[in-house]
């Protein structure tokens, strides 16, 4: 059974600040995705990476993918109030109905 | 607008009810999915629906139904509802083949079971 795990589970950082959020995975996956969620709405689709050595950078926020440590980051440089928000890391094997996986998500708290 | 689209936006029942969730997407993909949110926002897939062939997560209860008329549809029936089932439900749907393949979301539905 495929586990994504995420760490931290919470994060609560000041303005200015950089951090890094992991999620590792227990087997091999075709892809990985990061999705944003702020309370009380909908999923919002951040990043999608597909090999080895992916980075994506959109923004405050750059995530990347080691398929062979199993482990992606989604690092967030000088954050800023507005990316407070959940963020949800998310593993797709391909031949099992394309249905993602999700870590336990990382609520994350930006103070002014 | 396009999007997801998922009716009704609240939902309270009482339990032994039985309701429906319906979800339309205008994104023309051909695969949708359904997804629960607890409580500690954990989210699960529930089932995945393409092309008329339906796999499900096995964990989930055959109180669960989905029914997809079209593929731009995919609408999830419950029976005999529990207080366990109170949760976000969210609707998403993707292309399947297509590299990438991001799933799209729907609002979600949040369903109060009393």
């Known amino acids: 059974e495929l586990k994504v795990e995420q760490n931290p589970l919470f994060l609560s950082m000041q303005e200015g600040k950089n951090y890094t959020i992991y999620c590792n995975y227990s087997?091999?996956?075709?892809?990985l995705y990061w999705y944003r969620q702020d309370p009380g709405k909908s999923l919002e689709s951040l990043f999608v990476l597909l090999s080895n050595g992916a980075v994506k950078q959109e923004g405050r926020l750059m995530a990347s993918l080691d398929t062979k440590a199993r482990l992606s980051t989604l690092h967030i440089t000088a954050a800023v109030h507005d990316l407070s928000a959940t963020y949800f890391c998310a593993v797709l094997i391909r031949g099992a109905g394309n249905m993602l996986t999700f870590g336990g998500g990382t609520r994350l708290m930006v103070k002014p | 607008d396009t999007a997801v689209s998922q009716t009704p936006k609240y939902l309270v029942t009482q339990m032994g009810n039985d309701k429906s969730i319906k979800c339309e997407q205008n994104l023309g993909h051909d695969t949708m999915y359904w997804y629960k949110q607890d409580s500690k926002k954990f989210l699960k897939i529930m089932f995945s629906y393409n092309n008329k062939e339906l796999i499900i997560n096995e964990t989930v209860p055959n109180r669960f139904s989905p029914k997809s008329p079209d593929k731009a549809h995919l609408n999830l029936h419950i029976n005999s509802l529990e207080l366990g089932d109170s949760a976000v439900y969210f609707c998403?749907?993707?292309?399947?083949?297509?590299?990438?393949?991001?799933?799209?979301f729907g609002p979600g539905t949040r369903l109060l079971v009393l």
């Open positions: 087997t091999t996956s075709d892809r």
């Open positions: 998403a749907s993707s292309l399947w083949g297509l590299a990438g393949g991001t799933q799209y």
